[in-house]
Structures are given as C-alpha cells and as structure tokens.
C-alpha cells in the first residue's frame, strides 16, 4: 500500500461516507482531535512508568476515544453508529477527582509549565479546548453531529489539567501561580 493516493491534490478529502473541501469545518474538527492525540502521545513518552502508570494508562484510553469521537466527526452516513458514549466521560470525571484529591488545593491561575510532561499536557488540554471550539462550530451548523464528542472534549480538558498539576506533583515541582490572580478558586 503506497502512502500517498494523489487524491487530495486538488483540495478535498474523503471522510466516511463522502468528500469534502479540506478545510470544512468537519475536517478541522477532527483534525484538531489528531493533532491533540499527538500530544498526548508525547505526553506518554515522558512520563516515567514506575511513577506515572495510572496516567499512562488513562493517556493510552483517552487515545482510543479520541479515534473514536474524531471518527464520529468524519462520519457523514445516513445510517452510522457513534463510537465514543458517554461511559468514558464517567470515568473521566471519576479520574479528575481522584488526581484533583492528589494534588495540593489550587486558589490562583497557574501557569502552564513544569516539568516536560506537564507541559505537553497542558499543550493538550490548550488543543482539545480548541477542538471543542471547533466542534462546537460544527455542531451549530450541522445537527448530525453527536452531542457526546463536545461533551468528552471539555471534560478531557478538565482531565489534562488535573494529570498536569498531578505530574508536577508527583516530581516535588511546584506549580507557578499567576502573580496578578486574585483567589479564584474556593
């Protein structure tokens, strides 16, 4: 199977069940959700085994998911059944508390940073708001897009920052408080 099919030459791409100019909003959306899992990967190559092995796991899953709801946003079938359900935004949100349990108790913006795998993860978490901005978008103006996909982008957002504060944690790096930030979280 050779790499490249020439068939995109002239600006349009196949999605699951049709063709679309390459910077439809679909594609952009799902583009977005590639790109995220991307990062997410280099997330997973810095992060230490022996002391990150539950958020390597989550990490690996949430790779899985992001084919899936990127592969719901492809799909343009009259008859297509949806990938990602809301089963995984569960354990998202089971993930979130226990990593938010984990890491001391935040009252100031942070800034994004630490060690290289925070980072990365809050480079993520910067990328999967922008795809649900963008799937948002979509959904606005086409009303065959499952709901289920914005709803995991936004709490994946929420999981990526709590891993990132948890990673910094875990390696004794103290989070960077934004110095202007009032107290905004009680």
């Known amino acids: 199977m050779k790499l490249y099919t020439k068939q995109g030459d002239k ?11 390459k910077d439809n909003l679909r594609v952009e959306a799902y583009g977005t959700i590639d790109e995220l899992n991307s990062f997410i990967g280099k997330a997973i190559t810095e992060l230490d085994p022996a002391k990150f092995q539950d958020v390597i796991d989550d990490l690996t899953a949430i790779q899985h998911e992001l084919f899936d709801g990127g592969g719901d946003l492809a799909n343009v079938m009259k008859d297509r059944q949806y990938k990602l359900t809301e089963e995984p935004i569960a354990i998202l949100e089971n993930r979130i508390d226990l990593l938010s349990e984990e890491a001391p108790p935040l009252k100031r913006f942070i800034l994004p940073g630490g060690a290289p795998a925070a980072a990365t993860l809050h480079i993520a978490r910067t990328v999967a708001r922008r795809a649900e901005r963008q799937t948002v978008s979509l959904m606005k103006g086409i009303e065959d897009v499952s709901p289920v996909v914005q709803k995991y982008l936004n709490r994946l957002s929420d999981y990526l920052f709590a891993a990132a504060r948890v990673v910094n944690y875990r390696l004794t790096i103290q989070d960077v408080e934004y110095i202007r930030s009032g107290d905004v979280f009680k």
């Open 11 to 21: 600006g349009k791409t196949s999605i699951i069940g049709g063709r679309v100019d």
